[in-house]
């Protein structure tokens, strides 16, 4: 059924690069969100400026922008810096060059990084404030607190906000193609140039990032299963 | 900085001389692109509550597999792929019309977020009280009417927060359109890099022009809300 004329390995390795450039940047985002939630609620006005300006900035220009804004002047950057460095002394040539991928995760990771520090401050102020201070009764240092009670506890009311971000994420990935990454689309991209079946090929690309949703869907209906242990349903 | 915005401020904001570029562009294709979606939706949010299979599972596979795709792929389908098939090719209408990228684009963000509203909107109904339903049915009203004078008018004012979500990630979803020869404000942003090698000034010009944009959206909509939703104030 799937005649891949010879592609087949290409599209395969491309598939691989978008889950992995996929569930890195998943990482890298939810730190900065988990980061970006507790600067913005914290009682600092710096803090919880600096914030809410990333989370407004970020959210309100498109990622693509934001992306080859990213990609192309965080090479300027860091050539300035490292030509800095090298004035500084003269024994060793620092020399730094961004791949697709590490600048594509960096990307990535920052903007939905912004999306993800919303989803983890309602979550945090949707639990109740008496667990907060249960645990401090009990003399739990704020990290061990927050990684027994808040966290826990956290992670029900943001996963339905984290599953959607996670499919926006997976299909955000299809944009890095556009910064010479060579993903699942760049493979179908390539295939359907060499065959003059671009149709058909992007269709395969279409399909790979469907079957990646469905597959995601049902994970997330399970971890949604764990997290909601303990939680009594109203029965209609 | 100051530079691009002296050479290139037209281009940016309507037109570099022959057509309509940058901001009128992106608008446009916000606009256009939100006006089919939104027509596609209401009826297929309807079909979608539908009882009779027949009727709601096409509508769940366009909305499951449109949602489920990245809008960059469907855009390829459409521009780079469908001009391809044999049968395009060969009819003139059709040819003409994915030989344009400008259609091709509106075309597939159409589409795109038809799919996503008509889910929302589905939402919507879905959420309708049943003593709603029942009072119109006692009035003696045929489905055509329940649906104009009861379901809809208030199934559309709920769905309003969750769809002017929707219309910004469609704003953010145009930059799409330059891969697709679209001269949109990051076409225009692009051109400007590759003249000048300045990324950093070109992209934050066209990042500035979005931010704007989204932010009035926002405040248009949050007096949208103040206005069509103001029943449910405390």
Same mark, same amino acid.
């Given at each position: 059924m799937f005649d891949l004329a010879g592609y087949g390995p290409q599209i395969l390795s491309g598939t691989i690069t978008t889950v992995e450039l996929s569930i890195l940047s998943l990482l890298v985002s939810f730190l900065i969100g988990l980061l970006g939630a507790s600067a913005k609620l914290s009682k600092n006005r710096i803090i919880s400026g600096i914030g809410t300006v990333y989370t407004t900035l970020i959210r309100g220009v498109p990622d693509l922008v934001l992306m080859l804004l990213i990609f192309y002047s965080l090479q300027i950057w860091i050539n300035d810096l490292t030509d800095w460095l090298d004035n500084l002394q003269d024994t060793y040539d620092f020399e730094v060059s961004l791949n697709p991928f590490t600048s594509g995760v960096i990307t990535l990771g920052f903007i939905y990084g912004a999306y993800f520090t919303e989803t983890f401050r309602g979550a945090f102020l949707a639990v109740p404030k008496g667990q907060m201070e249960a645990a401090r009764s009990f003399g739990m240092r704020p990290m061990h607190s927050f990684r027994r009670i808040l966290f826990p506890q956290m992670m029900r009311y943001a996963l339905p906000g984290l599953g959607n971000n996670w499919q926006v994420i997976l299909k955000a990935t299809a944009l890095v193609s556009l910064i010479g990454l060579t993903d699942v689309i760049k493979a179908a991209q390539n295939a359907g140039e060499g065959t003059f079946r671009t149709f058909y090929f992007m269709s395969i690309a279409g399909l790979v990032y469907l079957v990646l949703t469905t597959i995601s869907n049902f994970f997330l209906m399970l971890l949604q299963r764990k997290y909601m242990t303990g939680v009594r349903k109203a029965v209609l | 900085m100051i530079y691009i915005i002296q050479n290139y401020w037209k281009e940016f904001l309507f037109?570099?001389? &022959?057509n309509m570029t940058g901001l009128a562009m992106t608008l446009w294709l916000l606009v256009i692109s939100c006006a089919i979606g939104f027509c596609l939706a209401v009826p297929l949010a309807i079909l979608r509550n539908a009882r009779n299979p027949v009727l709601w599972v096409p509508v769940w596979v366009y909305t499951f597999i449109l949602r489920g795709t990245p809008l960059y792929v469907q855009l390829l389908i459409i &521009?780079?792929?469908?001009?391809?098939?044999s049968f395009v090719h060969g009819t003139p209408i059709l040819a003409d019309f994915f030989k344009k990228g400008i259609d091709c684009t509106i075309l597939a963000f159409g589409l795109n977020t038809g799919a996503y509203t008509t889910e929302i909107f589905a939402g919507a109904i879905r959420d309708t009280s049943f003593g709603e339903v029942d009072a119109g049915r006692s009035l003696g009203m045929s489905q055509f009417t329940l649906y104009r004078r009861i379901i809809l008018p208030g199934a559309l004012r709920r769905a309003l927060p969750v769809y002017s979500n929707e219309v910004i990630l469609m704003l953010h979803a145009t930059t799409l359109a330059f891969t697709a020869t679209v001269p949109d404000i990051l076409k225009v942003a692009n051109d400007a890099y590759s003249a000048t090698y300045n990324p950093f000034a070109s992209f934050s010009t066209a990042a500035l022009i979005y931010l704007c944009i989204s932010f009035v959206l926002i405040f248009g909509f949050r007096k949208a809300e103040q206005h069509f939703l103001a029943f449910l104030k405390p």
């Open positions: - | 037109t570099d001389g &022959y &521009y780079t792929g469908f001009y391809g098939l």
